[in-house]
């Protein structure tokens, strides 16, 4: 490392954490310095959190080469808690939570995604467990209907009825209708993470409602 490095108490910002992780990036967009791959940020002295971030202790950040003048000023100045200068503390914890915000959202979606799966799929009004076992039975039965002897039935989610398969032709209807809902909700869940993705507020990411 260079000979340089900025050490900042961490007990000073806003809600007193921040998340190393981010502040590369939040370096680089509040400030314009480029954070390259061996560059190094970490904390000591503070406590670890479950999420990565360090509340309290000191926060050194290491940059492989020499930086100059100039560069130290900006850095400095970025990260001063003075008054005339507004600190980069604030945005460094608007992007912590910013991101914070993101995780928490897609994690929702794909909660929602999920249960949507586990509800199963409908085929010839009956409706078929779309579980991880299931795919996997269904994922059998479709890869040795070659082979299978015929009929086959398989069970509904409650197994409470049954259908019966007549044969290979019946085994890709049923095998098709679970992989169609299955990407279905995928598909939709992704479309709602790529918008989190974009979003560059809280306001933005508030606007994402999933209303499957």
Do not use: W
Not at 10 to 33: V, Y
Not at 42 to 67: D, K, R
Not at 89 to 110: Q, V
């Amino acid at each position: 490392m260079a000979d340089y490095s900025y050490t900042y108490d961490i007990a000073q910002l806003p809600g007193g954490l921040i998340m190393p992780a981010h502040l590369d990036k939040c370096i680089d967009t509040e400030i314009g310095m480029a954070f390259g791959t061996s560059d190094r940020i970490c904390g000591e002295g503070g406590t670890s959190g479950e999420h990565g971030q360090y509340v309290g202790g000191t926060l050194t950040i290491c940059f492989a080469s020499q930086l100059s003048q100039a560069e130290k000023t900006t850095l400095d100045g970025g990260l001063s808690q003075s008054e005339e200068n507004p600190p980069l503390a604030g945005s460094l914890l608007a992007g912590h939570c910013l991101e914070m915000t993101k995780c928490h959202k897609a994690c929702e979606i794909d909660c929602r995604t999920r249960a949507l799966i586990s509800e199963g799929f409908l085929h010839n009004a009956k409706t078929f467990s779309a579980s991880l076992n299931s795919q996997s039975k269904m994922f059998g039965l479709y890869n040795r209907k070659a082979g299978l002897t015929y009929p086959v039935k398989v069970n509904t989610i409650d197994d409470m009825a049954e259908e019966t398969l007549a044969d290979s032709a019946a085994v890709d209807a049923i095998h098709n209708a679970c992989m169609d809902c299955i990407q279905g909700h995928l598909a939709s869940g992704t479309a709602l993470k790529n918008q989190v993705r974009a979003a560059t507020t809280t306001a933005d990411i508030n606007s994402v409602v999933d209303t499957r």
